[in-house]
């Protein structure tokens, strides 16, 4: 899965799945159905941000290392 930046409308309520606060920047991610702030975009077990791809399961991202495991 890779990660999509997209350019959201400053008047929409966008609110990040990691964090849950509401996204008021100019650019944010969309993964899977989710809409996210680039710094939440971490690996569930080990913190590394996520870059360039990442992993879904149960909800939560992880890098590939950790998603194999």
Known sequence: MSINSHITDM???AVCA???RPI????????SDDLW????VR???CGDP???SCF???RK????????E
């Open 11 to 13: 008047d929409q309520k």
């Open 18 to 20: 990691g964090c849950h």
């Open 24 to 31: 008021r920047d100019r650019f944010l991610l969309r993964v």
């Open 37 to 40: 702030h680039e710094e939440c």
């Open 43 to 45: 690996c569930a077990a």
């Open 50 to 52: 996520l870059r360039n």
């Open 56 to 58: 879904l399961r149960d």
């Open 61 to 68: 991202l992880f890098c590939r290392r950790d998603y194999a």
